[in-house]
């Protein structure tokens, strides 16, 4: 708490989701306080940055239902982990949920989850359970070599920078 | 990109126009309402086969520079496109168009010779494209076996094309005073069981990937290899007393058949344009998913 604001409080000043009592002292502080004042300049920027780089990404990025649905998937397992241990590879989870995504649409849904075994067998990690962040880039150039090989470089290129943490 | 342009939907267009525009020009002479428009009817076929097989010839050379690192998959394009070029030189050497300018070429010898100089080295391509294909998903070991079964349905059709060339009376090349046809027509045709045994490969290999663009492809691949043997029989066991040959009827009335081989072309067309359409929304997503990190992390 700065001036007797809490950082919640200025959360949801810049959210526009203050309460009346809050927001009237926020702006009675902000007319006369500078420091908190360019504060609110910097934060108010940021979030308005945010909002619209959020909404040009949600324009850019079409997703189709099944995307959407891995995506999702990816993030309640993580939403579900309590363990502060198991977080990486909940992460790793994600990832190659996201991968088998974008490979399925192209190759198949067979060939995408046959594609990232294959992958993970000939990389380090011997096996797809076994796919860890240290491990992670082997694997990932292996499987760019296999969508090289079924589908051409360019959907290669897709599935390199896809599976980029 | 050729292949932005050429999408498999221009590519259906194309066959679809065709085919329409053929029965506008034949049912009315079948109903006796107007004399038969054989001249545009040639015209049409030989200018939609050019067509077809140019696509092809373009959208598999593009196909095949997508594949820099994997040399069997771009052998494999390479080798398709070389069947795309030799099918076009034998559609425009084949044209029902000669027979105004020539009686009877498209069952003279000449054209026999003609054919079968250019259909031998087709379906030498078309088979290596093939194997290519087979072999290039093969060792990637993503489990594609080929089961029992599907050996057997394999030994099956090679044999049924076998027996055909075996026990058939006569191919139509049989008494060509160019001996060269004589020799060539029995291999030409031969070559379609292999050819056919490798269509059902991809047939597993479509069922194996389940859904997904290339899965379409190998389906577009299938439906060209597969019709053409499709047709060489049915057109043998329909018309047992006329000679054999690979893709022509004997004359302008088995207008159903000319058209089935129209189809044929256009599936070759349509497997390079649907494979060429992959790296394309391949593109598209990579641009996106550019753009949409760009935009959450501003360089």
């Known amino acids: 708490m700065k001036h007797g604001i809490a950082e919640l409080e200025w959360n949801d000043y810049l959210d526009g989701r203050a309460t009346d009592e809050v927001r009237d002292r926020i702006e009675a502080h902000l007319i006369g306080c500078l420091e908190c004042w360019e504060f609110y300049e910097q934060m108010s920027g940021a979030t308005q940055e945010l909002l619209e780089a959020g909404e040009e990404a949600r324009q850019g990025l079409t997703l189709e239902d099944r995307q959407l649905h891995a995506m999702l998937r990816g993030v309640f397992a993580r939403l579900g982990t309590t363990e502060a241990g198991a977080a990486a590879p909940s992460c790793v989870q994600g990832q190659l949920n996201l991968l088998e995504t974008v490979l399925a649409p192209f190759c198949g849904t067979q060939a995408a989850v046959s594609a990232l075994h294959a992958a993970a067998e000939n990389s380090p990690a011997h096996s797809l359970d076994r796919v860890t962040p240290d491990n992670w880039e082997p694997f990932l150039k292996k499987l760019t070599a296999i969508a090289a090989a079924m589908c051409g470089e360019t959907f290669a290129g897709l599935v390199w920078e896809s599976g980029q943490f | ?299």
């Open chain 2, 1 to 299: 990109m050729l292949a932005a342009r050429i999408t498999p939907k221009v590519v259906a267009c194309g066959l679809v126009g065709e085919i329409l525009l053929l029965a506008g020009l034949y049912l009315p002479a079948t109903f006796g309402w107007t004399s038969r428009f054989r001249l545009t009817e040639a015209l049409v076929m030989t200018v939609a086969g050019v067509l077809a097989f140019s696509i092809a010839l373009l959208l598999s050379l593009e196909v095949a520079a997508e594949y820099r690192q994997a040399r069997w998959a771009r052998l494999a394009w390479l080798m398709l496109a070389a069947n795309a070029a030799l099918s076009l030189m034998k559609r425009s050497v084949g044209s029902p168009l000669f027979d105004f300018l020539m009686a009877g070429y498209r069952t003279s010898p000449l054209r026999g010779l003609l054919d079968n100089l250019l259909v031998v080295p087709a379906n030498l391509c078309l088979l290596a494209g093939l194997l290519a294909v087979w072999w290039a998903f093969h060792r990637l070991g993503l489990g594609f076996r080929i089961e029992r079964r599907d050996w057997a349905a394999m030994a099956g059709v090679a044999a049924l094309f076998l027996t055909l060339l075996l026990f058939r009376a006569s191919l139509s090349q049989g008494q060509s005073p160019f001996l060269i046809s004589r020799f060539t027509q029995p291999f030409g045709l031969a070559l379609l069981a292999p050819i056919s045994a490798c269509g059902l490969v991809l047939h597993r290999y479509a069922v194996r990937m389940g859904d997904g663009k290339l899965a379409v492809v190998m389906r577009w691949l299938m439906v060209y290899v597969l019709l053409r043997g499709v047709l060489v029989l049915l057109h043998s066991a329909l018309s047992p007393k006329l000679p054999l040959m690979l893709d022509s009827p004997a004359d302008l009335e088995d207008w159903a058949f000319d058209v089935l081989w129209q189809v044929v072309q256009w599936a070759a067309a349509m497997a390079a344009a649907c494979r060429a359409q992959l790296t394309v929304s391949a593109a598209e997503q990579l641009r996106q998913l550019r753009a949409a990190k760009a935009a959450v992390v501003p360089a």
